[in-house]
């Protein structure tokens, strides 16, 4: 084959083999231009999953530290508690008592006068605004006295007064929208069962009850070893106004749906024990230790189980019947409901703790003897 022939079938060879590259790289050209990049809809699905697992493993642990803020924040409005008590002690020379009955009257104002020892308080936890109208007006009942601009004084919120862990806050408001009454979850220690003998003018063996003046010398248990206030909930359910001769105190949380008297509330769906800062009694502002801290006091009624309070009879509103209650301390801590001592130092009672030991507590000069804290 001449040389000449042979060039040129290369040379033609060569230009196919240029010509087939260009038309084969357009085509993968077009086809990388037309594909779509992105994920499958398993890859999808598996990323979700993944997300989801994490989310799992992290959130119990982000409420778990956000509860713990919660805690040191009760923690601490306690202290402050524990600060107002003792400098009240100091100026007054006594600690506050849980209210002030005159015992003449049933029906005038001195039988709703009854202004809590929280309301005493108010001076020196930094509510002085407030504190001072109260101490002008400790005649008027608490329902009525209002600020300078008429604002109902029982109305108001009072965030010292509130453990950040509780989740019902909301004020109560008469029908008119007008606020009545604020809550609160930090009770006085009103002793394991009897608070208040209206024919005697004689209270229970806690640190506080009506008319009651005591200083610190009273507490022959020692202020370190009594209880001075605790955790309750908010907008508790509870029997009032038995008015049994002579209360027996109960063995077991079930016997007070037995015990009778009137049920606040049901309806409606929420109770309002516990929703009355300003009112000294023992059901608003008090709690006992007739059962330990978080006991289960179920009692059934028409509107479903609910876990319960009960008090004989209301302070201030008979001149014979006793003040018996069981005012349980609650809390919505998972594990624990916080109390301060009266000599201002913190604890954390945790769920289960046996009776005796927080009766001993709760007594001002049983003599019992208590366990380290």
């Given amino acids: 084959m001449p040389h000449e022939v042979l060039e040129t079938r290369l040379e033609t060879l060569s230009r196919l083999r240029s010509l087939f590259l260009f038309f084969r790289g357009s085509e993968n050209d077009s086809l990388m231009k037309n594909r779509r990049f992105g994920f499958s809809l398993v890859e999808l699905l598996v990323v979700v999953a993944i997300i989801a697992t994490l989310i799992g493993l992290l959130l119990p642990a ?10 040191s924040a009760c923690a601490n409005k306690l202290r402050q508690l524990g ?7 100091v100026a007054m020379g006594r600690f506050p008592p849980s209210c002030v009955w005159s015992g003449t009257s049933i029906t005038d104002a001195s039988s709703s006068a009854v202004w809590s020892a929280h309301a005493r308080l108010l001076p020196y936890l930094e509510e002085f605004i407030v504190g001072a109208q109260i101490q002008r007006q400790l005649a008027v009942p608490y329902s009525q006295a209002r600020l300078p601009d008429g604002t109902l004084i029982a109305g108001l919120g009072i965030p010292a007064l509130i453990c950040p862990s509780e989740p019902n806050t909301q004020v109560r408001a008469r029908a008119d929208g007008t606020p009545e009454s604020a809550p609160l979850t ?34 022959r248990d020692g202020l370190s070893k009594t209880v001075g206030l605790a955790e309750v909930n908010t907008y508790t359910r509870y029997f009032r106004n038995a008015a049994r001769p002579t209360p027996t105190e109960p063995t077991s949380p079930t016997d007070l749906c037995n015990l009778g008297g009137d049920f606040k509330n049901d309806p409606p769906a929420s109770g309002t024990g516990h929703t009355e800062w300003a009112d000294g009694r023992c059901h608003q502002t008090g709690f006992t230790a007739a059962f330990p801290p978080q006991t289960a006091v179920p009692c059934d009624r028409p509107s479903g189980t609910h876990d319960i309070d009960w008090t004989n009879q209301q302070e201030a509103k008979s001149f014979s019947a006793i003040t018996a209650a069981a005012v349980t301390a609650r809390s919505h801590h998972p594990a624990s409901v916080a109390f301060i001592m ?22 001002r000069a049983g003599s019992e003897p208590t366990p380290p804290l």
């Fill in 62 to 71: 982000v409420q778990a530290a956000r509860e713990a803020g919660r805690q």
């Fill in 83 to 89: 600060l107002a008590l003792a400098n009240h002690e």
């Fill in 186 to 219: 930090y009770a006085v220690n009103m002793g394991t069962w009897m608070v208040y003998d209206p024919t005697s003018n004689t209270g229970g063996n806690g640190a506080f009850f009506p008319n009651s003046r005591l200083g610190a010398a009273a507490f």
């Fill in 342 to 363: 009266m000599d201002g130092s913190v604890h954390h009672a945790a769920n289960g703790m046996a009776t005796e030991v927080w009766k001993a507590l709760a007594t």
